[in-house]
């Protein structure tokens, strides 16, 4: 009834999962990460006590497979119906689909990740999924969501399309970096909730990462001058330009993409959207 990804970025500092269903608000129900542990996607008549018991096994230092045979083999529920993936802190992912998942039902693992899927369209659902994540590059949770948009549309869940879910640890990557959540974004009831909430993505990037140095243009001249001057149409007509900048974006939860001396270019195509 859900297809998800857990997978770990390359150099092993961001773990997450992304997972889509014609079921409200999966996200509630489906992913769990802890930094520097794993993360885990628990599914198909789920056992929501596989996420803290994932969690807690990787902890220990076993091993993303050897975390499945052990959370499958002490469940006393309906294991033929269950499906899991796991991925680590290392290594490869893991993950199991029961014999009476309906179908289409399956999964593939590979170095940092597994995908899987039940009640799909067909096979090209995960084939999909694992050709997006493998071909993709980038920051992980655009990585996951790839792969999310490419099960999505190779058919997804046969019964159609209601709730998406992305969630991504990361050590000190969370707001103001005084939490380990990098991305914890859900659309619960929605007509087309993967391309929601890759808008949601895009926003959140926007407004909770902080600009590449690479792009910032430097406040002065005509840069300067154009700055000023919708600071000052928006209401902000300080001396200090810095000041007022920071006044403004802090108004427009624009406040991680300060910088002192210089603007960045999102934050410039914001104001003059606005002003």
Same mark, same amino acid.
């Given at each position: 009834?859900?297809?998800?990804?857990?997978?770990?970025?390359?150099?092993?500092? &961001?773990?997450? #999962?992304?997972?889509?269903?014609?079921?409200?608000?999966?996200?509630?129900? #489906?992913?769990?990460?802890?930094?520097?542990?794993?993360?885990?996607?628990?599914? /198909?008549?789920?056992?929501?006590?596989?996420?803290?018991?994932?969690?807690?096994?990787?902890?220990?230092?076993?091993?993303?497979?050897?975390?499945?045979?052990?959370?499958?083999?002490?469940?006393?529920?309906?294991?033929? @119906?269950?499906?899991?993936? +796991?991925?680590?802190?290392? %290594?490869?992912?893991?993950?199991?689909?029961?014999?009476?998942?309906?179908?289409?039902?399956?999964?593939?693992?590979?170095?940092?990740?597994? &995908?899987?899927?039940?009640?799909?369209?067909?096979?090209?659902?995960?084939?999909?999924? $694992?050709?997006?994540?493998?071909?993709?590059? %980038? =920051?992980?949770?655009?990585?996951?969501?790839? &792969?999310?948009?490419?099960?999505?549309?190779? %058919?997804?869940?046969?019964?159609?399309?209601?709730?998406?879910?992305?969630?991504?640890?990361?050590?000190?990557?969370?707001?103001?970096?005084?939490?380990?959540?990098?991305?914890?974004?859900?659309?619960?009831? @929605?007509?087309?909730?993967?391309?929601?909430? %890759?808008?949601?993505?895009?926003? @959140? /990037?926007?407004?909770?990462?902080?600009?590449?140095?690479?792009?910032?243009?430097?406040?002065?001249?005509?840069?300067?001058?154009?700055?000023? /001057?919708?600071?000052? =149409?928006?209401?902000?007509?300080?001396?200090?330009?810095?000041?007022?900048?920071? /006044?403004?974006?802090?108004?427009?939860?624009? $406040?991680?993409? +300060? +910088?002192?001396?210089?603007?960045?270019?999102? +934050?410039?195509? @914001?104001?003059?959207?606005?002003?």
């Amino acid at each position: 009834m859900t297809f998800s990804i857990v997978g770990r970025s390359d150099d092993g500092a &961001a773990i997450g #999962v992304a997972v889509a269903s014609k079921f409200l608000g999966v996200g509630a129900a #489906v992913p769990a990460a802890l930094v520097n542990v794993g993360a885990v996607a628990t599914q /198909s008549y789920a056992n929501l006590a596989y996420r803290p018991q994932a969690l807690a096994l990787l902890g220990t230092g076993v091993d993303a497979e050897s975390a499945v045979k052990a959370l499958i083999a002490a469940d006393s529920g309906p294991v033929s @119906h269950r499906q899991l993936g +796991v991925v680590g802190a290392s %290594g490869p992912g893991a993950t199991f689909t029961g014999t009476d998942c309906h179908a289409w039902a399956g999964g593939v693992a590979g170095e940092g990740y597994a &995908a899987q899927g039940n009640m799909l369209a067909g096979p090209e659902v995960i084939a999909s999924m $694992e050709r997006a994540w493998l071909n993709s590059s %980038g =920051a992980l949770p655009q990585r996951l969501l790839a &792969a999310l948009r490419a099960g999505d549309q190779a %058919g997804g869940d046969r019964r159609g399309r209601q709730s998406a879910a992305l969630l991504v640890v990361s050590e000190g990557r969370g707001y103001g970096g005084t939490s380990d959540v990098w991305a914890d974004l859900r659309v619960d009831d @929605h007509t087309d909730p993967v391309a929601e909430l %890759g808008r949601l993505l895009e926003m @959140h /990037s926007l407004y909770f990462e902080s600009p590449d140095p690479a792009t910032l243009l430097t406040l002065e001249g005509e840069v300067a001058e154009e700055v000023r /001057s919708r600071l000052a =149409a928006a209401g902000f007509t300080g001396a200090d330009l810095d000041e007022e900048l920071a /006044s403004w974006a802090g108004v427009e939860n624009l $406040e991680m993409r +300060v +910088v002192t001396g210089a603007i960045d270019p999102l +934050v410039l195509a @914001h104001l003059r959207a606005s002003a």
